[in-house]
């Protein structure tokens, strides 16, 4: 079931190789129950969005946001420590 309550979020992401633009201050918001299909040509961008909210690619800029709060997501050890920090919470 699709619900109001958002649980990740980008806002502004923008990304460079080099002089190419792959990403332009990309805002996305990811509704719990959602199911999002990311839609575009061959060099849109598509893959480097998904890289980057694992951290597995570095943005240049922008901000992510989960259950609401910024988190600092910059390589996948990042979400390791937050998958921890949330499961630890659940746990007590
Ligand atoms: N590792 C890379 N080095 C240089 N340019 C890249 C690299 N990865 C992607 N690009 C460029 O970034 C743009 C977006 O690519 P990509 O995220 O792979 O798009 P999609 O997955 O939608 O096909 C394209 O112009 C692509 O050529
Ligand atoms: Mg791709």
Same mark, same amino acid.
């Given at each position: 079931?699709?619900?109001?309550?958002?649980?990740?979020?980008?806002?502004?992401?923008?990304?460079?190789?080099?002089?190419?633009?792959?990403?332009?201050?990309?805002? =996305? *918001?990811?509704? /719990?129950? @959602?199911?999002?299909?990311?839609?575009?040509?061959?060099?849109?961008?598509?893959?480097?969005? $998904? !890289?980057?909210?694992?951290?597995?690619?570095?943005?240049?800029?922008?901000?992510?946001? =989960? *259950?609401?709060? /910024?988190? @600092?997501?910059?390589?996948?050890?990042?979400?390791?420590?937050?998958?921890?920090?949330?499961? $630890? !919470?659940?746990?007590?």
């Amino acid at each position: 079931m699709i619900t109001d309550e958002i649980i990740l979020g980008t806002k502004g992401i923008t990304k460079y190789y080099g002089g190419i633009c792959a990403l332009d201050n990309v805002d =996305l *918001e990811f509704r /719990k129950g @959602e199911v999002l299909g990311l839609v575009g040509d061959t060099g849109a961008g598509k893959s480097t969005l $998904i !890289k980057i909210i694992p951290g597995s690619i570095n943005k240049d800029s922008g901000e992510i946001f =989960l *259950e609401g709060k /910024k988190v @600092e997501i910059d390589t996948p050890k990042d979400v390791k420590n937050l998958v921890w920090k949330q499961y $630890i !919470k659940i746990w007590h």
